[in-house]
T-cell receptor, first 110, second 114 residues
Framework: EDQVTQSPEALRLQEGESSSLNCSYTVSGLRGLFWYRQDPGKGPEFLFTLYSAGEEKEKERLKATLTKKESFLHITAPKPEDSATYLCAVAYYGNNRLAFGKGNQVVVIP | DTGVSQDPRHKITKRGQNVTFRCDPISEHNRLYWYRQTLGQGPEFLTYFQNEAQLEKSRLLSDRFSAERPKGSFSTLEIQRTEQGDSAMYLC????????????FGDGTRLSIL
Protein backbone atom coordinates (compact mmCIF):
# COMPACT_ATOMS: atom_id res chain seq x y z
CA GLU A 1 0.00 0.00 0.00
CA ASP A 2 1.35 3.42 -1.00
CA GLN A 3 2.23 5.57 1.96
CA VAL A 4 2.17 8.83 -0.02
CA THR A 5 -0.31 9.76 -2.74
CA GLN A 6 -0.08 12.95 -4.77
CA SER A 7 -2.78 14.52 -6.93
CA PRO A 8 -3.23 15.64 -9.60
CA GLU A 9 -0.49 13.72 -11.43
CA ALA A 10 -0.18 16.48 -14.04
CA LEU A 11 -1.39 20.06 -14.17
CA ARG A 12 -1.24 22.73 -16.87
CA LEU A 13 -1.66 26.30 -15.69
CA GLN A 14 -1.80 29.63 -17.42
CA GLU A 15 0.72 32.10 -16.09
CA GLY A 16 -0.89 33.82 -13.11
CA GLU A 17 -3.48 31.08 -12.54
CA SER A 18 -3.12 29.99 -8.90
CA SER A 19 -3.63 26.35 -7.93
CA SER A 20 -2.94 23.76 -5.23
CA LEU A 21 -1.23 20.37 -5.20
CA ASN A 22 -2.29 17.67 -2.77
CA CYS A 23 -0.25 15.11 -0.85
CA SER A 24 -2.04 12.58 1.35
CA TYR A 25 -0.12 10.21 3.60
CA THR A 26 -0.45 7.36 6.06
CA VAL A 27 -1.03 9.18 9.31
CA SER A 28 0.49 6.95 11.97
CA GLY A 29 3.96 7.85 13.22
CA LEU A 30 4.67 10.84 10.99
CA ARG A 31 7.93 12.54 11.92
CA GLY A 32 8.06 15.10 9.12
CA LEU A 33 6.70 15.91 5.66
CA PHE A 34 8.92 17.36 2.96
CA TRP A 35 8.29 19.10 -0.34
CA TYR A 36 10.88 19.03 -3.11
CA ARG A 37 11.05 20.47 -6.60
CA GLN A 38 12.62 18.40 -9.39
CA ASP A 39 13.61 19.69 -12.83
CA PRO A 40 14.23 17.25 -15.71
CA GLY A 41 17.59 15.49 -15.42
CA LYS A 42 18.25 16.96 -11.96
CA GLY A 43 17.99 15.74 -8.41
CA PRO A 44 15.20 16.87 -6.08
CA GLU A 45 15.72 20.35 -4.61
CA PHE A 46 14.53 20.81 -1.03
CA LEU A 47 11.73 23.34 -0.52
CA PHE A 48 9.99 22.87 2.86
CA THR A 49 9.72 20.72 5.96
CA LEU A 50 6.46 20.54 7.94
CA TYR A 51 6.30 18.77 11.28
CA SER A 52 2.87 19.27 12.80
CA ALA A 53 -0.73 19.91 11.77
CA GLY A 54 -1.47 23.60 11.30
CA GLU A 55 2.08 24.45 10.30
CA GLU A 56 2.65 26.62 7.20
CA LYS A 57 5.82 27.56 5.32
CA GLU A 58 6.23 30.07 2.48
CA LYS A 59 8.84 30.77 -0.15
CA GLU A 60 8.21 33.25 -2.96
CA ARG A 61 5.06 32.03 -4.79
CA LEU A 62 4.91 28.72 -2.91
CA LYS A 63 3.13 28.01 0.36
CA ALA A 64 2.99 24.60 2.03
CA THR A 65 0.41 23.64 4.64
CA LEU A 66 -0.12 20.52 6.73
CA THR A 67 -3.26 18.98 8.24
CA LYS A 68 -3.57 15.72 10.16
CA LYS A 69 -3.93 13.67 6.99
CA GLU A 70 -2.66 15.72 4.04
CA SER A 71 -0.48 18.55 2.85
CA PHE A 72 -1.07 21.17 0.21
CA LEU A 73 1.41 23.09 -1.89
CA HIS A 74 -0.23 26.30 -3.05
CA ILE A 75 1.25 28.04 -6.08
CA THR A 76 0.20 31.68 -6.25
CA ALA A 77 0.34 33.54 -9.58
CA PRO A 78 2.74 31.01 -11.10
CA LYS A 79 5.36 31.91 -13.68
CA PRO A 80 6.80 29.65 -16.40
CA GLU A 81 9.90 29.12 -14.26
CA ASP A 82 7.68 27.35 -11.71
CA SER A 83 7.26 24.50 -14.22
CA ALA A 84 8.68 21.37 -12.57
CA THR A 85 7.69 18.16 -10.83
CA TYR A 86 6.86 18.72 -7.17
CA LEU A 87 7.59 15.74 -4.91
CA CYS A 88 6.13 15.11 -1.49
CA ALA A 89 7.98 12.82 0.92
CA VAL A 90 7.37 11.66 4.48
CA ALA A 91 9.62 10.42 7.25
CA TYR A 92 8.21 8.10 9.89
CA TYR A 93 9.44 7.26 13.36
CA GLY A 94 11.47 4.10 13.42
CA ASN A 95 13.58 4.68 10.33
CA ASN A 96 15.46 7.40 8.49
CA ARG A 97 14.27 6.82 4.95
CA LEU A 98 11.99 9.12 2.98
CA ALA A 99 8.90 7.66 1.32
CA PHE A 100 8.09 9.66 -1.80
CA GLY A 101 4.93 10.12 -3.81
CA LYS A 102 5.01 9.96 -7.60
CA GLY A 103 5.00 13.72 -7.92
CA ASN A 104 2.85 16.48 -9.39
CA GLN A 105 4.07 17.53 -12.84
CA VAL A 106 3.29 21.22 -13.28
CA VAL A 107 3.55 23.12 -16.55
CA VAL A 108 2.97 26.88 -16.54
CA ILE A 109 2.14 28.33 -19.93
CA PRO A 110 3.10 31.95 -20.67
CA ASP B 1 28.22 26.32 -2.46
CA THR B 2 29.39 22.68 -2.19
CA GLY B 3 26.30 20.53 -2.51
CA VAL B 4 26.10 16.77 -2.97
CA SER B 5 28.27 15.67 -5.88
CA GLN B 6 27.78 12.47 -7.90
CA ASP B 7 30.00 10.88 -10.49
CA PRO B 8 29.58 9.94 -13.26
CA ARG B 9 26.45 11.80 -14.38
CA HIS B 10 25.72 9.21 -17.05
CA LYS B 11 26.77 5.59 -17.44
CA ILE B 12 25.97 3.33 -20.38
CA THR B 13 26.95 -0.30 -20.07
CA LYS B 14 26.14 -3.72 -21.43
CA ARG B 15 24.03 -6.19 -19.54
CA GLY B 16 26.13 -8.34 -17.26
CA GLN B 17 28.83 -5.74 -16.59
CA ASN B 18 29.63 -4.28 -13.18
CA VAL B 19 29.26 -0.56 -12.52
CA THR B 20 30.30 1.68 -9.63
CA PHE B 21 28.98 5.13 -8.74
CA ARG B 22 30.47 7.65 -6.36
CA CYS B 23 28.79 10.19 -4.08
CA ASP B 24 30.46 13.03 -2.18
CA PRO B 25 28.06 14.41 0.45
CA ILE B 26 27.91 17.89 1.94
CA SER B 27 31.01 17.93 4.12
CA GLU B 28 29.43 18.44 7.54
CA HIS B 29 26.67 15.85 6.97
CA ASN B 30 27.01 12.57 8.86
CA ARG B 31 24.16 10.78 7.10
CA LEU B 32 24.24 9.59 3.52
CA TYR B 33 21.43 7.92 1.55
CA TRP B 34 21.05 6.17 -1.79
CA TYR B 35 17.79 6.19 -3.75
CA ARG B 36 16.74 4.91 -7.17
CA GLN B 37 14.29 6.73 -9.42
CA THR B 38 12.63 5.46 -12.60
CA LEU B 39 10.66 7.55 -15.09
CA GLY B 40 7.40 8.89 -13.71
CA GLN B 41 8.08 7.64 -10.18
CA GLY B 42 9.35 9.23 -7.03
CA PRO B 43 12.72 8.17 -5.62
CA GLU B 44 12.79 4.80 -3.81
CA PHE B 45 15.03 4.28 -0.80
CA LEU B 46 17.92 1.84 -1.17
CA THR B 47 20.24 2.26 1.81
CA TYR B 48 21.47 4.66 4.48
CA PHE B 49 24.75 5.30 6.32
CA GLN B 50 25.50 7.19 9.48
CA ASN B 51 29.20 7.93 9.31
CA GLU B 52 30.74 4.66 8.05
CA ALA B 53 28.02 2.37 9.41
CA GLN B 54 25.35 1.07 7.03
CA LEU B 55 22.26 1.20 9.24
CA GLU B 56 19.34 0.48 6.91
CA LYS B 57 18.89 -1.45 3.68
CA SER B 58 15.77 -1.75 1.56
CA ARG B 59 14.64 -5.14 0.29
CA LEU B 60 15.04 -3.48 -3.12
CA LEU B 61 18.77 -3.80 -2.55
CA SER B 62 19.40 -7.25 -3.96
CA ASP B 63 22.65 -9.13 -3.34
CA ARG B 64 23.97 -7.72 -6.63
CA PHE B 65 24.04 -4.27 -5.02
CA SER B 66 26.62 -3.22 -2.47
CA ALA B 67 27.32 0.16 -0.92
CA GLU B 68 30.23 1.36 1.16
CA ARG B 69 31.26 4.48 2.99
CA PRO B 70 34.74 3.50 4.15
CA LYS B 71 35.84 6.59 6.08
CA GLY B 72 32.49 8.19 6.70
CA SER B 73 32.99 10.66 3.87
CA PHE B 74 32.29 9.67 0.24
CA SER B 75 30.26 6.59 -0.64
CA THR B 76 30.23 4.13 -3.52
CA LEU B 77 27.35 2.06 -4.87
CA GLU B 78 28.29 -0.98 -6.94
CA ILE B 79 25.95 -3.05 -9.08
CA GLN B 80 27.27 -6.42 -10.20
CA ARG B 81 26.02 -8.36 -13.23
CA THR B 82 23.75 -5.53 -14.35
CA GLU B 83 20.27 -6.33 -15.71
CA GLN B 84 17.89 -4.33 -17.91
CA GLY B 85 15.74 -3.55 -14.89
CA ASP B 86 18.65 -1.72 -13.25
CA SER B 87 18.27 1.16 -15.72
CA ALA B 88 17.33 4.15 -13.58
CA MET B 89 18.59 7.36 -12.03
CA TYR B 90 20.63 6.64 -8.89
CA LEU B 91 20.40 9.52 -6.43
CA CYS B 92 22.52 10.24 -3.41
CA UNK B 93 21.44 12.50 -0.56
CA UNK B 94 22.96 13.66 2.69
CA UNK B 95 21.72 15.24 5.90
CA UNK B 96 23.01 16.22 9.32
CA UNK B 97 22.13 14.05 12.30
CA UNK B 98 18.84 15.12 13.84
CA UNK B 99 15.15 14.31 13.95
CA UNK B 100 13.66 14.63 10.45
CA UNK B 101 16.42 16.85 9.07
CA UNK B 102 15.84 17.48 5.35
CA UNK B 103 17.88 15.39 2.95
CA UNK B 104 19.76 17.26 0.23
CA PHE B 105 20.16 15.49 -3.09
CA GLY B 106 22.77 15.38 -5.79
CA ASP B 107 21.87 15.41 -9.49
CA GLY B 108 22.20 11.66 -9.77
CA THR B 109 23.86 9.12 -12.04
CA ARG B 110 21.69 7.97 -14.94
CA LEU B 111 22.38 4.31 -15.72
CA SER B 112 21.40 2.85 -19.08
CA ILE B 113 21.77 -0.89 -19.70
CA LEU B 114 22.10 -1.95 -23.34
Amino acid sequence: EDQVTQSPEALRLQEGESSSLNCSYTVSGLRGLFWYRQDPGKGPEFLFTLYSAGEEKEKERLKATLTKKESFLHITAPKPEDSATYLCAVAYYGNNRLAFGKGNQVVVIP
Amino acid sequence: DTGVSQDPRHKITKRGQNVTFRCDPISEHNRLYWYRQTLGQGPEFLTYFQNEAQLEKSRLLSDRFSAERPKGSFSTLEIQRTEQGDSAMYLCASSPVGAAEPQHFGDGTRLSIL
